[in-house]
């Protein structure tokens, strides 16, 4: 049983592999990229060379110097360090948002190209109003009636987003749904549930993947928006938003570096999540026709 | 049919405003604690001003029934009194309104004469000035509006002092000065995103058969553009700029933060931290209310552009 479990996993890497081999060098660049990103979320505080919210206030705004290659923000905080611990947040805001609406959108936009009729009608319209909403006014609304932190802007930005989701969803969904193999297998017996989950949801799969990784760049970019605003995560913890917005005041100071740098990181990520995500959807249409 | 698609559309528009209004509404009932706590911001009310907070929202009736006073209220101009500065909301909108909009106009200005001319100049010839183009395009696609700015402050307010770091400015000529920067950060990526669609749509339109045979027949080229080109490429290129700039309207709030602009997205922002609901309700129902009427602008010209649009038009 597990070997066959781990046969089928490693063929499924080889192919995810084989996926991300074709979309040529910058794709495999910046899937390094996100790679990096990643790791460091995953081990950001144990990485980072010094205590990331240690504040010494003699250090304030003090540029590079003996292995703090970054310097020190407006706290005198390595930022280095507050770059490296604040990928956990920054990364793992939208990772969030990018699960509950995929996983959402995707439930909404199948139920909906499966069912037609009055439950697509309903489903579309409840969309609309959704979509009436920008992404960060939701955030902040849900930021003045639940309090400023991450998990409530986290979850507007996921209902904010699902509009979009499940739009491009429900039309692939919809023409999965008039193939003559659905036909074929609900003619057998194959009950709905099955037929959506084993052969409609893994058909539409590299859309959804494609979908997913472009949302990721616009979920970041829209978090740590948010957090520059104040609204999101909170500091002292590090996130790269919130540097942003403590080290403004370098601008004009004269010490650009923490701000710059923090802004770089954001900008970095997000180049790479979008250039992957394009390769994703052309491969995506191109498969589909 | 004309008229029926614009009816239609604008039956949907209420529809939908009706509805997220109605959440918004709501907002007050979802907060933690009793509606009279969240319209105080969680501060202790003096037994006199708990009185006149119940009259005015008329919290002793139903929820349906407050919904309908604040719903009227709202629509002559009554959004209730900011519970921070103890001044008609609407009278605050009014004072910050034009900061915003004149931001927003200024980004759109510069999105629909920088986007879609590069889009269009590199859609249209292939070559150095594409391919740079379509580098700088995909890299500033991915600045946010926030990380502009610290550039845009950096180089162009303090290294070369061209332009004022902060604030708003007096006077038209001073007010297009300070709101240079702002607009150019507020524009960036979206001026990014519609020079990329902008430039993929005429490139389909120019590979098209009858675009071949125009040129081939020999047509002047400026014929061929724009008439078969611009005309057709028209309706992808309108969707994504009104969709973009409707985007504006919400991330206008980072950049007037950015800026110290004394605008309505700043105020949101602000009201939001000291939880003044009145005056993040007001706000939010007209940020949607721009927002909405922009989309549906949007479908209207392209349903002008593209009549065609109005016919196949079936409620999504």
């Known amino acids: 049983m597990s070997t066959v479990m781990a046969a089928a996993e490693s063929s499924a890497s080889r192919r995810g592999l084989a996926r991300l081999r074709s979309t040529g060098p910058a794709g495999i660049a910046s899937a390094a990229v996100i790679a990096v990103a990643t790791f460091a979320a995953a081990f950001g505080p144990l990485l980072a060379p010094y205590d990331p919210d240690l504040p010494n206030l003699s ?67 409840g969309l609309n109003i959704v979509f009436a909403f920008p992404g960060i006014l939701l955030a902040v609304l849900a ?34 749904r008039g193939q003559p193999y659905v036909a074929a297998l609900e003619v057998q017996g194959a009950s709905a549930t099955a037929i959506c989950l084993r052969h409609v949801v893994p058909n539409i799969g590299p859309l959804i ?67 992957l995500g394009e390769r994703l959807f052309e491969q995506a249409r191109a498969v589909r026709g | 049919m004309r008229g029926r698609f614009v ?21 007050l009932y979802l907060a933690p604690g009793t509606p009279l706590a969240a319209l105080s911001g969680g501060q202790p009310l003096p037994p006199g001003s708990a009185q006149v907070l119940e009259q005015r929202y008329h919290l002793n009736e139903s929820f349906l029934a407050q919904y309908w ?18 001044e008609n909301v609407s009278t605050l909108i009014a004072s910050r309104i034009w900061t915003t909009a004149g931001l927003v106009l200024y980004a759109s200005v510069i999105i629909v004469v920088l986007g879609i001319g590069l889009g269009i100049v590199s859609g249209l010839r292939s070559g150095p000035l594409d391919t740079s183009v379509l580098v700088v395009t995909a890299v500033s696609a991915a600045i946010p509006a926030f990380v502009a700015a610290i550039a845009l402050i950096m180089v162009f307010a303090v290294k070369l002092g061209w332009f004022p770091a902060l604030g708003n400015g007096t006077g038209f000529l001073s007010n297009v000065r300070h709101f240079t920067l702002p607009a150019v950060a507020l524009a960036g990526a979206s001026l990014a995103i519609v020079a990329r669609v902008t430039r993929a749509a005429v490139r389909a339109e120019g590979d098209r058969e009858h675009v071949q045979t125009a040129v081939s027949r020999g047509i002047p080229a400026r014929y061929v553009i724009q008439r078969h ?59 949607v209310t721009a927002f909405v009427v922009v989309n549906l602008l949007t479908d209207l010209i392209c349903a002008a552009l593209d009549p065609r649009l109005a016919h196949r038009d079936s409620p999504r």
């Not at chain 1, 990721?216 to 919130?242: E, R």
């Open chain 1, 59 to 125: 250090l304030s705004w003090v540029g590079p110097a003996g292995g703090h290659l970054l310097g020190y923000d407006f706290e005198g905080r390595d930022v280095l360090s507050r770059l490296v611990a604040g990928a956990q947040s920054s990364m793992l805001g939208p990772l969030v948002v990018v699960i509950l609406s995929v996983t959402a959108g995707t439930l909404l936009a199948v139920t909906a190209a499966w069912r037609r009729g009055v439950s697509d009608t309903a489903i579309s319209s």
């Open chain 1, 143 to 176: 930021a003045a009636i639940f309090g400023a932190g991450l998990p409530a802007a986290a979850i507007a930005l996921s209902i904010a987003y699902l509009p979009y989701v499940a739009r491009v969803l429900r039309g692939a969904a919809l023409k999965e």
């Open chain 1, 209 to 275: 993947v494609a979908q997913a990784t472009i949302l990721f760049g616009y979920a970041m970019v829209d978090l740590a928006a948010i957090s520059y605003l104040g609204l999101g995560v909170q500091p002292p913890t590090a996130n790269w938003g919130v540097m942003i917005s403590e080290n403004k005041d370098g601008l004009l100071l004269g010490h650009p570096l923490p701000a710059v740098a923090a802004g770089l990181c954001i900008v970095i990520v997000v180049i790479a999540v979008n250039v």
């Open chain 2, 7 to 27: 009816a239609r559309r604008l039956v949907l528009l209420v529809a939908s405003l009706l509805v997220a209004s109605f959440v918004i509404f709501a907002a």
């Open chain 2, 69 to 86: 006073y604040w719903l009227d209220n709202a629509l002559h101009g009554n959004l209730g009194i900011s519970i921070t500065l103890r």
């Open chain 2, 229 to 287: 080109i611009l005309r057709n490429a028209a309706i992808p290129i309108t969707t994504i700029t009104g969709i973009t700039i409707a985007s504006l309207i919400a991330v206008a709030a980072v950049v007037e933060v950015a800026f110290s602009l004394n605008g309505l997205g700043a105020y949101l922002v602000q009201a939001a931290e000291s939880k003044d609901i009145a005056v993040v309700q007001g706000i939010s129902l007209l940020l």
